[in-house]
């Protein structure tokens, strides 16, 4: 005891020695220590025990001066870690390991790289989609007029507005709108200049369009169209026009009866807008003083006339929700007792919501292309997300071998922060080239993007933005992926690194548990995928198979803009039939792909008075049965012979069905003051979209012309020849027009577009998806082949065979798939049950999809892993058990 | 070569180091200047003066040998370089000259 006491006091105070290894320079240290100790016993014996240890924290703390601090950087020369000569040294290590595993490094990279290039191109994508209109400058004050009526109890939203709602809201509402610009339909017309004449899409529109649109002017002024005798014309149009000529003042006709001015030229609108083919516009009240039946839609009174656009520019100041409230339901009040009983209500549809928010469902404006700008980030996110754990995996799984790097590296006197640099370094490296080769690829694959998914998009090579969001996701992928090898690999000791204990201890079963995780993700986010794209080409194939009710092969039809042929139609269709070429043709209102017109005001006998009758309304020619290929459910077809066809009516088996007509033939049904009879019943012929039951449908023959007229070319002639033969005899009774034709399948098959654009992208994320996990899984199978080599040989020696050893190491694989594809399969079945809902016509999600969905998926895991694990299994366990 | 200058607190430490000739360190160096000139020196003082010195090429250190009382640490001990000698000495003339122009030397005060 007393000896203890001694040794406590006879040293220096324990706590000030401490404090002093704090702060002094450890090469320092010994001989400050020492000398103080020296000190201390000295002023022990020379002024006692308390002073001298008061004395000692005093000169302590005198050693707290610059020359005796700590500074790392004095203790020996090191270079500075970001040093130009230390990166230039990083990089070099970094190439040299990325040589040296030249799979693994193909992996990160390609895997990166094809992972960024889609993220890059859907991102692209995504902008041009959220930036749609934003041409026009007033584009969050720009509305168009919409109309909405309940039929039957559901409301229907529409773009049709009758004239006098523009007169109301100028009118009365003048305040709140700065332009109230009525437009006709955007359609195809004929411009004629000369010889030269094309057909173009434009409108006629009120004299504020150009300022409503804010279009720039290249030539002229956009006041030309107050008066009624000229036209504005895109630069492409008045190029095609006149060449290089000056086009101002020129005179051209519109569909051959209209003669105009060329008064202004404007820059093209461009693509991502709604009006992108707005080729020309033409004067509103040269449109009101050409077209009989607008000049009588013109009258303050015609509120029925639900047949143009209405497009406003609300005034500074003004909330859009609250004039939308105030002029809604000007056409109740306004319209007379014949609007009210269909509740009709004007909203206003606000510009920036035209190209994404395109659905309205009874009367609510929800959804549409924004579901696929959602689903396609996600997408994008997801496949970047995949390539990023395959960097993130492989790097981990690798991390064992650089251990000894890291140990040997810091034997030698590499520091911690060194390290970090050399793999961070490293990362970015990979990172880096993944960038430079990502956007190689987005550039190269472009105009195929372009293509699939209907957009002129160009690589933003000048634009900042574009470069800051470039680089600052390299950055942030740099770190994420680099700091786990750069953070966790540096922190070994040296000393049980070489001496092979990390191994044993850190990368056991638990460590392998994030990696087994990422592994799944991918699986669940690949098979999801898959599965999505099945569904998705599964129902466009179903919509494709639909009975139509008519024959589209061999069938052609042309849009007339002027009466000529309809004036000579007998002639036309004699000469026709008689070249041989030709089996029938007819006359229609609408399009064979399409509905362009719809009624009401039908009554009939034992009708049910609260049914609202709305019927979509086909005027056609006599032949346009036998044209088509109508299959008769019952009655017969119009027939020239009989003289009271032209009062007759066909319908359609859905409109018997809405009618509740137990026996329709012959059944009288009115018309507003006119009867007609039904002669015949034909099968639903598919006219508007694939996916949504055919409407109720009236065929009937109209007094005034048609707009289209269908061929059917005879199966024995060739197209080309029937087409040379069509050529000549229209150019014979409608020369002013040029020739232009469509087929009738061709534009049936635009139907599909949207949805096969899907399917197409769908696709080729679901392979890029399952090309990346592969590549990941790949990898990693080569990984545990090699770390478990000495266990295999182990395991040849004592008998297993090289089918056990293919067993032993794709089993861990399998199980992981297997869990990814039980979480995969609700994950896919509800979004895809949702998307199908959208679809009254649709497919079924049978469980048959899942299961070989399930099984491919499997078979590609074992395929990749197999590659390794047989090779792995093939080796000679006296070279495996050799190694060391 | 531009010499460099010495403080007199300096100066007076590298006199002590070239008197003690190789066997001082910053204990006996501090002991050494109290006991001659009587100034109250701490022993971190030295540490930097030496510091200096060394930085200065004026001394070299190497340790020495670790003694008991220092707890088993050993010594830094301080020996003149030649440079640093030159130095004393050109201090040393600089002064001679001066002293020898003095006509009539200082006497110290207590005469008066």
């Given amino acids: 005891m007393p000896c203890l006491y001694k040794r406590k006091t006879m040293n220096p105070p324990r706590l000030a020695d401490r404090l002093l290894r704090l702060f002094c320079a450890s090469d320092r240290l010994e001989e400050v220590q020492g000398d103080l100790h020296e000190e201390f016993t000295y002023q022990l014996r020379r002024i006692g025990q308390r002073r001298a240890r008061w004395r000692y924290w005093w000169d302590v703390v005198g050693f707290i001066s610059p020359f005796a601090i700590r500074r790392e950087t004095k203790a020996y020369s090191i270079p500075n870690s970001i040093h130009p000569m230390m990166i230039r040294n990083y990089l070099k290590i970094a190439f040299r390991s990325l040589a040296k595993n030249k799979v693994y490094s193909f992996i990160n990279i390609g895997g990166l790289a094809v992972g960024m290039a889609v993220a890059l191109l859907i991102g692209l994508w995504v902008y041009d989609e959220l930036t749609f209109n934003a041409y026009h400058k007033n584009h969050d004050r720009i509305a168009r007029v919409v109309h909405q009526r309940t039929v039957n109890g559901e409301i229907l939203t529409t773009q049709g507005i009758p004239i006098p709602v523009a007169k109301v809201l100028q009118n009365e509402y003048g305040t709140d709108f700065r332009h109230v610009t009525l437009s006709s339909w955007n ?6 200049f000369g010889d030269t ?164 469902v009874n009367g609510e404006n929800e959804g549409g292309r924004i579901e696929f700008v959602w689903l396609f980030s996600c997408t994008g996110l997801f496949v970047l997300l995949l390539a990023c754990i395959n960097f993130m995996n492989l790097s981990t799984a690798r991390s064992e071998k650089r251990a000894k790097e890291v140990g040997i590296r810091k034997a030698i006197g590499s520091l911690r922060r060194q390290l970090i640099s050399q793999f961070l370094s490293e990362s970015f490296l990979v990172v880096g080239l993944s960038f430079v080769l990502a956007l190689l690829m987005a550039q190269l694959t472009m105009p195929f993007f372009n293509d699939v998914a209907d957009k002129q998009m160009t690589m933003p090579w000048l634009s900042p933005f574009f470069w800051l969001a470039g680089l600052s996701f390299c950055l942030i992928t740099g770190l994420l992926t680099g700091s786990y090898p750069a953070f966790y690999l540096s922190s070994f000791q040296p000393i049980k690194v070489l001496k092979g204990t990390i191994s044993g201890l850190r990368f056991g079963r638990m460590a392998g548990l994030p990696r087994k995780v990422l592994v799944v993700m ?177 065929y009937f023959i109209p007094r005034r012309a048609a707009n289209f007229v269908t061929i059917r070319i005879n199966p024995a002639s060739s197209a080309n020849e029937a087409l040379q033969r069509i050529e000549v005899v229209f150019k014979k009774y409608n020369p002013s027009s040029p020739f232009n034709y469509d087929f009738v ?56 065979s090289v089918l056990n050893l293919w067993g032993l190491v794709s089993k861990d694989f399998v199980v992981l798939v297997i869990i990814a594809f039980g979480i995969a399969t609700p994950i896919a079945y509800n979004f895809l049950n949702k998307w199908l809902q959208k679809y009254e016509y649709r497919t079924d999600i049978s469980w048959w999809i899942f299961a070989a969905t399930g099984a491919g998926a499997l078979f590609i895991t074992l395929l990749t892993v197999s590659f390794q694990s047989i090779k792995a299994a093939l080796v000679n366990p006296v070279k495996s058990l050799r190694s060391e | 070569m531009k010499r460099s200058y010495l403080g007199e607190f300096e100066e007076i430490v590298l006199l002590t180091v070239a008197v003690m000739e190789g066997q001082a360190y910053g204990v006996a160096i501090t002991h050494e200047i109290i006991e001659q000139t009587g100034r109250a020196v701490r022993l971190n003082q030295i540490h930097a003066a030496l510091d200096r010195l060394e930085d200065k090429g004026m001394v070299k250190s190497e340790m020495g040998e670790p003694t008991a009382e220092r707890g088993g640490r050993r010594k830094r001990l301080f020996t003149v370089t030649a440079y640093g000698r030159r130095t004393l000495q050109e201090i040393q003339e600089v002064r001679v000259s001066f002293w020898d122009r003095l006509l009539s030397p200082l006497k110290p005060a207590t005469s008066l």
């Avoid at chain 1, 504020?208 to 895109?234: F, H, N, T, V, Y």
């Avoid at chain 1, 635009?750 to 790949?778: H, P």
């Fill in chain 1, 745 to 800: 399948d061709t534009e049936y098959a635009l139907k599909f577009a949207a949805e096969e654009r899907i399917g197409k992208l769908a696709s080729v994320f679901a392979t890029l998806a399952i090309f990346i996990s592969c590549l990941g899984l790949f990898g990693l199978a080569s990984f545990i082949a090699e770390q478990r080599t000495k266990e295999i040989g182990v395991r040849k020696v004592l008998g297993a």
């Fill in chain 1, 197 to 360: 004449k094309f057909t173009k899409m434009g409108a006629f529109m009120t004299p504020d369009a150009p300022e409503l649109l804010s279009l720039k002017m290249i030539k002229g002024s956009p006041s030309g169209l107050q008066q009624s005798s000229s036209i504005l014309l895109s630069e492409s149009v008045a190029k095609a026009l006149f060449g290089s000529t000056d086009p101002l003042d020129k005179l051209i006709k519109i569909d051959n009866n209209l003669d105009v001015k060329v008064t202004g030229i404007y820059e093209d609108i461009p693509y991502n807008s709604e009006f992108q083919d707005l080729r020309f516009i033409a004067p509103w009240d040269l449109y009101v003083a050409s077209t009989d039946w607008v000049k009588k839609a013109n009258d303050e009174n015609e509120w029925g006339q639900n047949s143009f656009q209405l497009f406003v520019q609300l005034a500074e100041n003004v909330n859009p929700a609250a004039v939308s409230e105030k002029i809604r339901l000007i056409k109740q009040q306004k319209g007379g007792a014949d609007e009210v009983k269909f509740q009709p209500e004007i909203h206003l549809y606000p510009m920036n919501r035209w190209h994404l928010h395109t659905d309205w």
């Fill in chain 1, 187 to 192: 359609t195809r017309h004929m411009l004629t």
């Fill in chain 1, 522 to 698: 991918q699986f669940t986010v690949s098979i999801t995928l898959i599965v999505g794209t099945v569904v998705v080409y599964r129902q466009i194939l179903h919509a494709k198979n639909r009975p139509i009710g008519y024959n589209r092969e061999g069938l052609v039809m042309m849009h007339m803009s002027t009466p000529d042929i309809h004036d000579h139609f007998d002639a036309v269709r004699d000469e026709l039939t008689k070249s041989g070429t030709v089996l029938a043709l007819a006359e229609s209102m609408s399009p064979a792909t399409d509905v362009w017109s719809n009624n009401t005001g039908f009554n009939w006998k034992g009708k049910d008075p609260a049914l609202q009758t709305d019927f979509a309304t086909i005027g056609v020619s006599h032949d346009f049965g036998r044209t088509v290929g109508w299959k008769f459910t019952d009655g017969r077809d119009f027939s020239r012979a009989i003289q009271t066809d032209s009062s007759g009516f066909v319908l359609n088996e859905a409109a018997v069905k809405f009618m509740g007509l137990k026996r329709p033939v012959g059944q009288i049904v009115q018309w507003g003051d006119r009867s007609f009879k039904v002669i015949g019943v034909v099968k639903d012929m598919l006219m508007s979209s694939p996916y949504d039951p055919v409407k109720q449908t009236i």
